[in-house]
């Protein structure tokens, strides 16, 4: 399979450039070319796994979370409760162990989710039904403060992997 790299998105180019940045970043401070490799490893883990559920495993819990009304998909990996979830899971993995694919592959995780939160900024319909996956819907005001606060802790998660 040949990759075509005018089929790539701004988006998408941009998920492949960002890791393999602060990789350089990590590199030019622990000076460390394995590590760093493990840890851009990590990265695209992540954001492979993060594919992985909207494109093939979904299909496999789609039957059981599907309701009538629903216009999008309800992902397990993009509800509310794993955002929260993921955030204490990527502050233990960057704080606290050593293994640099664990860090990159939260790191990945956030990054997808990161995107995805992101781009959802306009649409509040979307936004609920895709991310909050409940009865009460959030304003457009609830929204926006949470990718905020989503997006700075993000950013924290990111220095904290490479100092």
């Known amino acids: 399979m040949k990759l075509n790299i005018q089929q790539l998105s701004k988006t998408d180019f941009l998920k ?3 890791p393999a940045l602060v990789s350089v970043v990590y590199y030019l401070l622990k000076k460390n070319v394995w590590v760093a490799i493990f840890y851009l490893s990590g990265w695209y883990i992540g954001q492979l796994l993060m594919i992985l559920d909207k494109q093939i495993i979904y299909k496999y819990y789609y039957e059981s979370i599907h309701q009538k009304n629903d216009t999008f ?3 397990i990996t993009r509800s509310i409760l794993f955002i929260i979830a993921f955030a204490g899971l990527s502050l233990f993995m960057v704080t606290s ?3 640099m694919i664990g860090i990159g592959l939260v790191l990945g995780i956030g990054l997808t989710l990161a995107f995805e939160l992101w781009s959802s900024r306009n649409y509040v319909e979307f936004f609920n039904q ?3 996956q409940s009865k ?3 304003t457009k005001v609830e929204m926006m403060n ?4 989503f997006l700075a802790f ?3 998660m990111i ?3 490479v100092i």
């Open 136 to 138: 009460r819907n959030w």
């Open 130 to 132: 895709y991310f909050i």
């Open 146 to 149: 949470f990718i905020r606060i």
């Open 16 to 18: 492949l450039i960002i």
């Open 97 to 99: 162990t050593g293994s």
């Open 73 to 75: 998909a309800r992902l």
């Open 159 to 161: 220095i904290f992997s």
């Open 154 to 156: 993000y950013l924290i």
